[in-house]
DNA sequence: CTTGACAGATTGACAGACAATCTGGACAGT
DNA sequence: ACTGTCCAGATTGTCTGTCAATCTGTCAAG
């Protein structure tokens, strides 16, 4: 099939051989670029011509991120991608502050040697960014940054779960807009995580960690508050 | 169709319409009561032959199973019920430590009247049920305490999270044996969470979930250990 | 302006088919 | 007797085509 052959060049995962596995993939790609923005409906033939796959293959990748949580399918009517009130969000961002500050424990208890470093060279490379003013340096470098707290607390159903959260907060950010001015007071509090992780304070990686997303929750709530506050005026008015 | 009235008449979960949704259903509870084993292959030809539906139908239903970790497909050789290492069974009560204490944290801090009603319910059936060694009384109480604890954080993506690691857990409890000699402890356990929670203590309901979970954690990890080490034992003589 | 019915669109589900891949066992070579 | 190779059956991955059930929007009638 040189469909297959096109999908699996498209996105070279390696160890992603399944069609659904691809489709899943891209779907997951194009919700969280905002190609496929929330509230939108997916039209199954659509998704079909889009991706060069038939029917089959797209619902059962659509059952795969239905339980992801990012899109949400109604019986009848087909699946939409996930929006999210800003009650659901902070729920959304408490649940992370959870599962993180647990990761940042963990992260330090264990002082795994490469895990520390990992996160030091993700530090780095931030800190690297942010004075270049690289936007998509700082996205990648924090990717990574997250990538190894998360993996490197040893438990596989923290970080299992974290991931979903992680997209639908990307998925969140889509909504909103990126905020740059926040990457200053974002820098430090990662550095304050890799220094209790360094130093192995649990209690103060917890914690830090913990604070760390609160504030992002702060800024991203308040983005959002404001966006959704100018929508409302815009179709009150 | 017969078979789609037979279905919905053997289920009847009322808000579950769709087909796939009821395989799930009917899937998870064979995994979870033990007729479906863990290790165990599943042929997607004999699972279309036993529910009475489709292949298709099948396929997106194991992709529910699979996103929740309760089935595990390996691609070409299809779906397995999942097996967990001790390892991973440490990992999964950590991660469930970690969330139940943010849910009783939060149960404490809300303290629903109704939420703790409903726990405060479950509880004196617990508690009946115990004193008359009711095991089936028992395990439903406590799944109702569970369910109004969770449900009472007032966080949908802790109690979506949750769900999953308390659907591996008594798949794991299938792999070993129910512990009957822990009945009185558990109520001690659980009736210290609902003092907790009533009394607004924050920090002590957060503290009494993460123990009852570590203690149930260290009864059954000790459980498997003891079951297989007697395999092993078996299989080395 | 509201209500009702109808047509189009879309999902839900099925059957059948075929290629790709894996598994187990037979067979040959040493 | 042991090991490596190869083949055939079994199973999955995927596609095509089909049909019923349901939803949605439109249009006419009251």
């Known amino acids: 099939m040189d469909r297959r052959a096109e999908l699996q060049s498209t996105l070279r995962i390696d160890d992603v051989p399944t069609v659904r596995a691809m489709v899943a993939q891209k779907l997951r790609e194009a919700i969280m670029s905002g190609t496929l923005k929330p509230g939108q409906r997916l039209v199954e033939r659509e998704l079909c011509e889009m991706m060069g796959v038939s029917r089959p293959s797209i619902r059962e990748a659509l059952r795969l991120l239905e339980a992801d949580g990012l899109v949400n399918t109604v019986p009848h009517r087909g699946p939409v991608v ?12 408490a649940a992370r502050a959870v599962l993180e500050g647990f990761a940042g424990r963990e992260c330090a208890r264990l002082r795994d040697p490469q895990v520390v470093r990992q996160i030091g060279d993700a530090l780095t490379r931030l800190k690297a960014a942010a004075a270049k003013q690289d936007l ?16 490197g607390c ?7 779960m974290l991931k979903p959260l992680h997209d639908r907060i990307t998925l969140l950010r889509i909504t909103s807009m990126s905020q740059p001015k926040r990457i200053n007071k974002s820098l430090r509090e990662v550095t304050a995580i890799w220094r209790a992780i360094q130093s192995g304070d649990q209690e103060l990686a917890e914690r830090c960690c913990i604070d760390h997303v609160k504030a992002a929750a702060v800024a991203a ?10 929508q409302a005026t815009l179709s009150d008015g």
Not at 142 to 147: R, V
């Open 221 to 230: 709530l308040d983005m959002i508050e404001r966006a959704s506050a100018g």
């Open 82 to 93: 996930s929006t999210i009130s800003i009650d659901e969000a902070r729920q959304l961002y």
């Open 136 to 151: 998509g340096g700082c996205l990648e470098a924090k990717t990574d940054f997250y990538g190894a707290l998360i993996g």
């Open 154 to 160: 040893g438990n596989a159903f923290i970080q299992r």
